[in-house]
Structure formats: structure tokens, C-alpha cells
Nanobody, 119 residues
Framework: QVHVAESGGGLVQAGGSLRLSCAASGRTFSTYAMGWFRQAPGKEREFVAGISPSGDSTYYANFVKDRFTISRDNAKNTVYLQMNSLKPEDTAVYYC????????????WGQGTQITVSS
């Protein structure tokens, strides 16, 4: 059974940084692109960042380019999201997905981790 657990969320002031982690277990994930999504109150879940199976290719939503960096450690079945220069509009629950095709999620979700950015 696949299990996904996000961590690293919290409350931060605008301009601050956070690093999210997504630990997955239950199968081998190194053959799949993985990524991060977010969902703000009253809004649909949206794509944030994705990373290729090997980690040598990354892609981002326009609203986080040059601020967020996605990375992965396949030995640990873990994906990370380094978030810098956070803005109040980044406030959302952030979710990890274990299987991406381009920006579309097809894998398992975790429970999410809340990010709140105060102005």
C-alpha cells in the first residue's frame, strides 16, 4: 500500500522561507515524475512544481518560478520543495503526488501540509 506524508509546513512572514518534504513508501517511485500541488480555501487544487524521475529536469507554475525549487532523493523516496520569498498568496495546503504526467496527477496523495504566509 502506498503511503505519502508531507511535512514542513507552518506559519511564516512574507519574504520568509520554508522547506517541505514528501516521504513516500510502498513501492519504487524513482521511475515516476513527482510533484507538488496546492489548494487555497475556496479554490481548486493547482500544480506548483514537478520533477522528472531522475531529478535532472524540473518545471514550475509561472507563479512560483525563481522562488521555489523542487528536488528529490530517490534513495530516500523523498521529494522536497524549497520555498523562498513567500507571499501571502502562497497560503494554501500543499500536497505531494507520486506520479505526474506533465502537470497532471495520477498517483497517490498525502494528507497535505498547511502553509500560512502573513503580511
Amino acid at each position: 500500500q502506498v503511503h505519502v506524508a508531507e511535512s514542513g509546513g507552518g506559519l511564516v512572514q512574507a519574504g520568509g522561507s520554508l522547506r517541505l518534504s514528501c516521504a513516500a513508501s510502498g513501492r519504487t517511485f524513482s521511475t515516476y515524475a513527482m510533484g507538488w500541488f496546492r489548494q487555497a480555501p475556496g479554490k481548486e487544487r493547482e500544480f506548483v512544481a514537478g520533477i522528472s524521475p531522475s531529478g535532472d529536469s524540473t518545471y514550475y507554475a509561472n507563479f512560483v518560478k525563481d522562488r521555489f525549487t523542487i528536488s528529490r532523493d530517490n534513495a530516500k523516496n523523498t521529494v522536497y520543495l524549497q520555498m523562498n520569498s513567500l507571499k501571502p498568496e502562497d497560503t494554501a495546503v500543499y500536497y505531494c503526488n507520486t506520479e505526474l504526467i506533465e502537470t497532471h496527477p495520477f498517483g497517490s496523495w498525502g494528507q497535505g501540509t498547511q502553509i500560512t504566509v502573513s503580511s
